[in-house]
């Protein structure tokens, strides 16, 4: 299981937290692939709780944070999405502890 919050709110350019994103799937994916994709008697799989504030217009657009985990051909079935969370700008801690 992986908690993932991510904000764009608070940030010069709100693109930014796309970019990191990107970073840390492909990285996911450099680092579990012998795990999920290489045949053997014992398999893995992770899920990924993606947590979005509610207010953040900007990843709530076209749903751009999910898009950008299943570019990397991160199954559907992986990503479940929260997006009930009502925090001042920027306050990701907030969204790990609702998380939790």
Same mark, same amino acid.
């Given at each position: 299981?992986?908690? &993932?919050?991510?904000?764009?709110?608070?940030?010069? $350019?709100?693109?930014? @937290?796309?970019? $990191?994103?990107?970073?840390? @799937? %492909?990285? &996911?994916?450099?680092?579990? #692939?012998?795990?999920?994709?290489?045949?053997?008697? =014992?398999?893995?799989?992770?899920?990924?709780?993606? +947590?979005?504030?509610?207010?953040?217009?900007?990843? =709530?657009?076209? $749903?751009? +944070?999910?898009?950008?985990?299943?570019?990397? !051909?991160? &199954?559907?079935? =992986?990503? %479940?999405?929260?997006?009930?969370?009502?925090?001042?700008? !920027?306050?990701? @801690? +907030?969204? #790990?502890?609702? @998380? +939790?």
């Amino acid at each position: 299981m992986i908690i &993932l919050p991510i904000t764009s709110r608070g940030l010069r $350019n709100p693109n930014d @937290c796309l970019v $990191n994103l990107h970073d840390f @799937c %492909q990285t &996911l994916k450099d680092t579990t #692939w012998r795990d999920i994709e290489v045949p053997s008697d =014992q398999k893995y799989c992770f899920v990924i709780y993606l +947590a979005v504030d509610a207010e953040d217009t900007f990843l =709530q657009q076209e $749903n751009k +944070a999910h898009q950008v985990i299943l570019d990397f !051909g991160i &199954l559907p079935s =992986q990503i %479940q999405e929260i997006v009930n969370f009502d925090h001042p700008k !920027g306050h990701v @801690c +907030a969204l #790990w502890h609702d @998380c +939790a």
